[in-house]
């Protein structure tokens, strides 16, 4: 019999996380003031602990993973590598499709591998409560069970048409004990203009960040902090542990060489989490092809420009240096809600910028063509947005038999979609359409960050 998983013992888990900004060919540019000039860490003291921004800011390549944080990870890590087998056998391909099962976490998908760290370093800090934003469900399940864990009040902003689509997501959420709110709000300065002007609005992550930071930053007892799952350096180092433990995995299995790296991407951490200590070798000389998935209606990597930009719609965070549609976008309402933010991880955005990725955007019916394909022959049901990366590894697969080549492409299989099957319910009768951002549309997001700072002229001013 074909061997289909394997498994790391508990003992075998990373003990450090990977900092990819130690190794990119440039160093990652920095947040910014409106002024232009780079913020220093205390200024984002109101917002995070400061044991998180020392994280933000290293430069370091290996961070040391605290005992007891790999302690609370053992609940559901190492996660499986698998095989597919039978999807290779459907596609007749000769590439080895090996995937990690990122499903097997409480919450069901890739987020605690930061929200357990988050919370307990918020909780080493002092702090009594966190608040964030959440898109499909996936980030606000994962901090309402890490808050859980570590003993800390919950607050999660939820953008509304993932409210209204996803309601077992809020019911996770206040099960571990967390408040879960429909974003905009009238319980914010930020959501009330919001539904001022916009009252049907579905919401969108720029708007939920802007709510989730202002109800931290404006708690009087300062006890407060505000938690983000995807987009910022430490939150993307937390997830390496990821592709860690796929090289483990991948070793014992006799795989010297990976030849393509998948992973969906929408703020950028389940994709960074597995692509980035691979994304090492690549830029150590390995022939690796690294992509990036994204949808066609939120193209922030493979249209939007690389510009410096606010990571929430009120623009009370500083300006990053990332791919960007612009603060303002709002997104159409797609199921793959993880996939609907504005941006792109800074860390990310530069791996771009210097040709080491190769970003691709897909339309929503292919992906969940590919999503039904992989729940008939591997059996899993797959998150909307995992669906895109299934998309691409089809897509390879299909390249390698043409080819005729051997190939071992490797994904991130970055979470179930048990709580998603109205998704599929409106794939199966019909209901849904594919919605490749229209030009005009993206233009006119784009024109609120026409007199942002330029990157190059922020490189320029720094050399």
Same mark, same amino acid.
């Given at each position: 019999?074909?061997? *289909?998983?394997?498994?790391?013992?508990?003992?075998?888990? =990373?003990?450090?996380?990977?900092?990819?900004?130690?190794?990119?060919?440039? =160093?990652?540019?920095?947040?910014?003031?409106?002024?232009?000039?780079?913020?220093?860490?205390?200024?984002?003291?109101?917002?995070?602990?400061?044991?998180?921004?020392?994280?933000?800011?290293?430069?370091?390549?290996? %961070?040391?993973?605290?005992?007891?944080?790999?302690?609370?990870?053992?609940?559901?890590?190492?996660?499986?590598?698998?095989?597919?087998?039978?999807?290779?056998?459907?596609?007749?391909?000769?590439?080895?499709?090996?995937?990690?099962?990122?499903?097997?976490?409480?919450?069901?998908?890739?987020?605690?591998?930061?929200? %357990?760290?988050?919370?307990?370093?918020?909780?080493?800090?002092?702090?009594?409560?966190?608040?964030?934003?959440?898109? @499909?469900?996936?980030?606000?399940?994962?901090?309402?069970?890490?808050?859980?864990?570590?003993?800390?009040?919950?607050?999660?902003?939820?953008?509304?048409?993932?409210?209204?689509?996803?309601?077992?997501?809020?019911?996770?959420?206040?099960?571990?004990?967390? *408040?879960?709110?429909?974003?905009?709000?009238?319980?914010?300065?930020?959501?009330?203009?919001?539904?001022?002007?916009?009252?049907?609005?579905?919401?969108?992550?720029?708007?939920?960040? !802007?709510?989730?930071?202002?109800?931290?930053?404006?708690?009087?007892?300062?006890?407060?902090?505000?938690?983000?799952?995807?987009?910022?350096?430490?939150?993307?180092?937390?997830?390496?542990?990821?592709?860690?433990?796929?090289?483990?995995?991948?070793?014992?299995?006799?795989?010297? @060489?990976?030849?393509?790296?998948?992973?969906?991407?929408?703020?950028?951490?389940?994709?960074?989490?597995?692509?980035?200590?691979?994304?090492?070798?690549?830029?150590?000389?390995?022939?690796?092809?690294?992509?990036?998935?994204?949808?066609?209606?939120?193209?922030?990597?493979?249209?939007?420009?690389?510009?410096?930009?606010?990571?929430?719609? @009120?623009?009370?965070?500083?300006?990053?240096?990332?791919?960007?549609?612009?603060? *303002?976008?709002?997104?159409?309402?797609?199921?793959?809600?993880?996939?609907?933010?504005?941006?792109?991880?800074?860390?990310?955005?530069?791996?771009?910028?210097?040709?080491?990725?190769? =970003?691709?955007?897909?339309?929503?019916?292919?992906?969940?063509?590919?999503?039904? !394909?992989?729940?008939?022959?591997?059996?899993?049901?797959?998150?909307?947005? *995992?669906?895109?990366?299934?998309?691409? %590894?089809?897509?390879?697969?299909?390249?390698?038999?043409?080819?005729?080549?051997?190939?071992?492409?490797?994904?991130?299989?970055?979470?179930?979609?048990?709580?998603?099957?109205?998704?599929?319910?409106?794939?199966?009768?019909?209901?849904?359409?594919?919605?490749?951002?229209?030009?005009?549309?993206?233009?006119?997001?784009?024109?609120?960050?026409?007199?942002?700072?330029?990157?190059?002229?922020?490189?320029?001013?720094?050399?």
């Amino acid at each position: 019999m074909d061997q *289909t998983k394997v498994f790391l013992s508990e003992k075998d888990m =990373p003990r450090q996380w990977y900092n990819l900004a130690a190794d990119l060919p440039h =160093p990652p540019l920095p947040p910014i003031g409106p002024d232009g000039k780079p913020i220093s860490p205390d200024m984002l003291a109101p917002v995070f602990p400061m044991n998180l921004i020392e994280q933000e800011v290293c430069t370091d390549r290996w %961070v040391d993973i605290p005992e007891e944080i790999l302690g609370l990870l053992s609940l559901w890590r190492p996660s499986p590598l698998y095989r597919a087998h039978r999807l290779e056998k459907a596609l007749g391909t000769p590439a080895r499709i090996y995937y990690k099962n990122e499903g097997v976490s409480p919450p069901g998908s890739h987020k605690p591998n930061t929200a %357990v760290p988050q919370a307990w370093y918020n909780k080493q800090f002092g702090m009594e409560r966190l608040t964030t934003e959440t898109g @499909a469900g996936q980030w606000g399940s994962a901090l309402a069970f890490a808050c859980a864990l570590v003993g800390l009040e919950c607050k999660v902003f939820m953008v509304r048409i993932s409210f209204d689509q996803k309601p077992f997501r809020r019911l996770m959420m206040e099960t571990w004990g967390a *408040t879960c709110i429909p974003s905009p709000s009238p319980e914010t300065n930020a959501g009330r203009a919001i539904l001022e002007k916009m009252p049907d609005t579905p919401g969108s992550l720029g708007i939920a960040i !802007s709510e989730a930071i202002e109800a931290a930053v404006t708690d009087p007892t300062g006890m407060t902090r505000y938690s983000l799952g995807s987009v910022l350096n430490h939150v993307l180092m937390h997830q390496t542990i990821i592709g860690l433990e796929a090289k483990k995995q991948l070793e014992l299995l006799g795989e010297n @060489a990976v030849d393509v790296v998948i992973g969906c991407a929408g703020g950028g951490s389940n994709f960074s989490g597995l692509a980035f200590p691979f994304l090492a070798d690549k830029i150590a000389g390995a022939d690796i092809t690294i992509i990036p998935v994204e949808p066609t209606s939120c193209p922030t990597m493979t249209r939007a420009p690389y510009a410096y930009d606010h990571g929430d719609t @009120a623009g009370m965070t500083p300006l990053l240096p990332m791919h960007t549609l612009g603060h *303002t976008f709002v997104p159409p309402p797609i199921h793959a809600g993880g996939l609907r933010y504005h941006g792109m991880a800074p860390l990310l955005s530069l791996a771009i910028t210097e040709g080491l990725l190769e =970003p691709r955007a897909y339309e929503q019916l292919t992906c969940y063509e590919a999503a039904v !394909s992989w729940a008939r022959t591997e059996g899993f049901i797959s998150a909307p947005e *995992t669906a895109h990366a299934i998309a691409a %590894v089809v897509e390879e697969a299909n390249k390698a038999t043409e080819e005729g080549k051997e190939k071992v492409i490797l994904f991130n299989w970055s979470g179930h979609g048990l709580m998603d099957l109205t998704g599929y319910d409106a794939f199966f009768h019909g209901k849904l359409v594919d919605y490749p951002l229209p030009e005009e549309e993206m233009l006119k997001s784009l024109a609120a960050i026409k007199d942002f700072p330029k990157p190059e002229d922020v490189a320029k001013s720094l050399s």
